[in-house]
């Protein structure tokens, strides 16, 4: 289950922190945007992130073929 939380972000190791805080921290300093440019219009991308916020949480929700539901 510990990977399982790091995965969702829930827990993460020190490295990978302080990786991206260095790298994220480079990028404010040049003026780019932290995570990148989309160029999907703004309603595509609210749209998206409603779509999969929590998602991997859900799947318990959805039964299988063999009538049953599948549990994390």
Known sequence: M?????F???????REYDR????LSQRAREGKPLYGES???E???GT????SQF???K?????TSMGWNVYL
Do not use: H, I, K, M
């Open 39 to 41: 160029y999907q219009p």
């Open 43 to 45: 309603w595509v991308q």
């Open 59 to 63: 799947f318990c929700t959805y039964p």
């Open 48 to 51: 998206a992130f409603r779509n």
């Open 20 to 23: 991206d805080l260095d790298e």
């Open 2 to 6: 510990l990977s399982l939380a790091r």
């Open 55 to 57: 998602s991997q949480l």
């Open 8 to 14: 969702w972000g829930l827990s993460e190791n020190q």
